[in-house]
C-alpha cells in the first residue's frame, strides 16, 4: 500500500490473445492478413487490450463462416454477403438451443463496421459494403435490478473472514462498493495503486486508457489493510508479484473468475438478485445518487466520458469527490452513523431526470458489453484449459 510521497509503480501487461489463425495465413492480401493489419492499426492508436481482444474476437467469427463459403479475399465481401452474414447471427442457435442475444449480434457486427471503412480509407477495397448496414435493434427493457443499502451489507457480511481468500473476497468487494469500479479494473490494482494517507485509490488504465483517482471510504481502507496484513501475505508465494488481489494460487485474479466469485456471495445472501461486480457498481451509482449526489461526481466515480452530448463534464478534484463520497455512499464510513450531523447531511441536489436516466442506462449498456464479454471470455478460457 502506497504512503508517503512514493511513486505510484505500474507494470505493463502483455497478453496474447490468439494462437491459431483462420482463412488462410498465407495469403498477404487475404481477410486474415487484412485483420492483422487492422487490429495493427487499432493498437496503434491506443486500443485497450481487452477492445483488441474483442475486435479480434469477432474479426475472426466473421473470417470463418466467409472461410467455409469460399469468400477468402476483403473485395469478394458486399452488402448481401454481410446481411446474409447477419441473418445466420439471427437464426444461429447455441449448444442449449438459445439463439444469440441481441446484445451478441451487435457485438459481432460493429468491428466489422470499422474494419470496412477503414479498409475502404486504406484503399484496400473500392467501396464500404459495411456503410448502411443496419445493426439489431436494442430491446427495450425495465431497469436491471440494484441492491439497496441492507442488501450490500448482507453480501459483505458472507465471506469468511477468519480465512485468508474470506479476507481477501471482503476486502475486494467492499473496494468494489466504495469505489464503483469495472471488474477489469479492480483485477488489475497493485499495491503501489492505494495510498492510504490520502484515502484514495488510483486506477492505471481503465476504459479508454483513462487514469481516475478515487475516493475510497474508512471501511473499505480498513478490509484492504486486513487483507494487506493477514491474508495477502499468506497467499503471495512471489514477493515481488504487485498484483493487489490474489488467488490462491499467489497470482492475479482472472476478471471472468472475479465474476464468478461476487455472484455466488450474492446468490448465497439469497436477495432474489442476481450479478456480479456490475450490479455492485450499479448499486453504487444508485444508492450515492438517492442519496444526494450530484451526477457529475457519479460520472467522475464511474469514469464516463460522458453522459450526454448536451451536458459538458469538468474535472471534478478530487477533494470535493471525497466530501460528497463521504456524505452520500452509505457504506463509506467504518461505522454507520446513528443520525446525520449538519455538517454530514448533503445539500439537496436537483436531480436531473434525463441525466439521471441517461446515467443508469449507461451502466445497463455496460452490463450488456459485460454479460457478452464474459460470455466469449469463459469460453476462451474453457477451449485453452480443455487444450
Known amino acids: 500500500m502506497r504512503t508517503g510521497s512514493h511513486p505510484y509503480q ?22 486474415y492478413a487484412a485483420m492483422r493489419r487492422y487490429v495493427e492499426h487499432r493498437a496503434l492508436l491506443g486500443s485497450t487490450e481487452q477492445g483488441l481482444y474483442s475486435i479480434e474476437r469477432y474479426i475472426r ?48 457486427l460493429v468491428p466489422l463496421r470499422g474494419w470496412f471503412k477503414w479498409l475502404t480509407r486504406s484503399g484496400a477495397i473500392p467501396a464500404n459494403p459495411a456503410a448502411d448496414l443496419d445493426l439489431p435493434r436494442r430491446i427495450r427493457r425495465l431497469p436491471r435490478s440494484v441492491l439497496t443499502a441492507s442488501e450490500v451489507e448482507q453480501v459483505l457480511a458472507l465471506p469468511d473472514t477468519s480465512m485468508p481468500l474470506g479476507l481477501r473476497d471482503r476486502a475486494l468487494i467492499e473496494v468494489l462498493y466504495s469505489t464503483g469500479m469495472r471488474r477489469m479494473e479492480v483485477a488489475h490494482l497493485e499495491l503501489g495503486d ?17 487514469d481516475r483517482l478515487l475516493p475510497l471510504g474508512e471501511r473499505a481502507l480498513h478490509w484492504v489493510q486486513r487483507y494487506l496484513d493477514q491474508g495477502r501475505p499468506q497467499l503471495a508465494w512471489n514477493l515481488q508479484e504487485p498484483t493487489l488481489f490474489l488467488g490462491n494460487e499467489g497470482r492475479p485474479l482472472n476478471p471472468v473468475w472475479l465474476s464468478t ?27 450515492m445518487l438517492e442519496g444526494g449526489a450530484d451526477i457529475r461526481f457519479i460520472q467522475a466515480m464511474l469514469g464516463h466520458a460522458e453522459l450526454s452530448t448536451t451536458q ?27 443520525s446525520q450531523t449538519p455538517a454530514d447531511t448533503p445539500r439537496p441536489c436537483l436531480v ?24 466469449h471470455a469463459g469460453a476462451a478460457v474453457s477451449a485453452e484449459r480443455h487444450h
Not at 194 to 210: F, Q, S
Not at 352 to 375: F, G, H, M, N, Q
Request: aromatic letters at 6%.
Open 194 to 210: 492505494v495510498d492510504a494517507e490520502r484515502c484514495v485509490v488510483l486506477i492505471r488504465e481503465g476504459k479508454g486508457r483513462k
Open 352 to 375: 436531473d431526470e434525463d441525466a439521471a436516466t441517461a446515467l443508469l442506462k449507461a451502466l445497463d449498456d455496460e452490463a450488456d458489453e459485460e454479460d457478452v464479454y464474459t460470455l
Open 61 to 108: 467469427d466473421f473470417i470463418a463462416w466467409c472461410d467455409e463459403r469460399s469468400i477468402t479475399h476483403p473485395q469478394h465481401v458486399s452488402r448481401p454477403v454481410l446481411e446474409r452474414y447477419q441473418r445466420w447471427l439471427h437464426h444461429y442457435r447455441k449448444r442449449d438451443g438459445a439463439p444469440l442475444s441481441v446484445a451478441s449480434q451487435r457485438c459481432k
Open 10 to 31: 505500474h507494470k505493463p501487461r502483455p497478453q496474447q490473445r490468439f494462437a491459431q489463425p483462420v482463412g488462410d495465413p498465407r495469403d498477404a492480401t487475404g481477410l
Open 312 to 338: 459538458i463534464y469538468t474535472q471534478v478534484a478530487i477533494r470535493q469527490l471525497q466530501q460528497v463520497h463521504a456524505a452520500t455512499h452509505p457504506g463509506a464510513r467504518r461505522r454507520a452513523r446513528a
Open 261 to 287: 466469485v461476487v455472484a455466488q456471495y450474492v446468490e448465497r445472501a439469497e436477495l432474489g438478485k442476481h450479478g456480479g461486480p456490475h450490479l455492485i457498481r450499479h448499486s453504487m451509482a444508485t444508492l
